[in-house]
């Protein structure tokens, strides 16, 4: 479930199941999207990215879907496992600015 | 994060203290910026700089600045810290020109202003 005020939005998951977590862009403008993951102690880290012409995008055991309508990204991870628990972020960018604006993080907690 | 290196790794300092954030880089990349990462809050842009002579303001650069010492050092400083600066600090890189727009990410300062 979701916690509000400062806390990050968290999503606890069983080992073994997908996860899904979702972040709302803000720009209509931006045309670049990526996914960072950041564990406890360190940087963020790139996961997977989009561009504004695709709606979809997999890597490996991860996948990226877009919806400009909405303005809307999400990540979904097959098989969660305990290295996934992170906090991840989606980050948007205007072509051509390289600079990002990114989202509060989602914590995804995994349970063994 | 060997790609991009940050010191201090950790820094208590008081309030009324200038202290310097430094980040080194062995990519070769010309970008550079410097964020601020608060509890909830993700990331937040203090200063970027897209190549030496290149200096910009990102979103609260009030009370920071920085320094471009070279194409591989971009320096953050707080000419007198504040309690409100406590926080945790990335420096991260990213090429010029193509289509990668990935920002790679120092390992973080966590600075805690007394």
Redesign the interface.
Same mark, same amino acid.
């Given at each position: 479930g979701e916690s509000v005020? !400062?806390? !990050?939005p968290t999503l606890s998951v069983q080992e073994g199941d997908n996860s899904i977590i979702n972040c709302a862009y803000s720009n209509s403008a931006s045309d #670049?999207f990526?996914w960072y993951k950041q564990e406890s @102690?360190? &940087?963020?880290?790139?996961i997977i990215?989009i561009r504004s012409n695709m709606d979809k995008r997999q890597g490996q055991r991860v996948t990226v879907l877009l919806n400009k309508t909405v303005k809307h990204l999400s990540l979904q991870i097959a098989a969660t496992q305990p290295g996934d628990s992170a906090v991840y972020?989606c980050a948007e960018?205007v072509g051509g600015s390289?600079?990002?604006t990114? @989202?509060?993080?989602t914590s995804l907690i995994v349970h063994p | 994060?060997a790609d991009?290196t940050q010191t201090p790794r950790n820094r208590i300092t008081k309030t009324g203290k200038r202290i310097m954030l430094e980040c080194s880089q062995t990519k070769g990349h010309d +970008?550079m910026y410097w964020y601020r990462q608060d509890? @909830? !809050? &993700?990331? +937040? !842009?203090i200063y970027?700089s897209?190549d030496v002579k290149d200096i910009n303001k &990102?979103e609260i650069s009030d009370g920071y600045s920085v320094s471009r010492q070279a194409q591989a050092k971009f320096s953050l400083s707080l000419e007198s810290a504040i309690p409100n600066q406590t926080a945790l600090y990335?420096c991260?890189i990213?090429s010029?020109g193509g289509p990668d #727009?990935?920002?790679?990410?120092?390992? &973080?300062t966590r600075l805690t202003v007394t």
């Open positions: 005020g !400062l806390h !990050l #670049y990526i @102690g360190k &940087g963020p880290q790139f990215d972020f960018i390289y600079i990002p990114f @989202g509060r993080g | 994060d991009v +970008r509890p @909830g !809050l &993700g990331l +937040r !842009l970027y897209f &990102g990335f991260a990213s010029a #727009y990935e920002q790679y990410f120092g390992p &973080g």
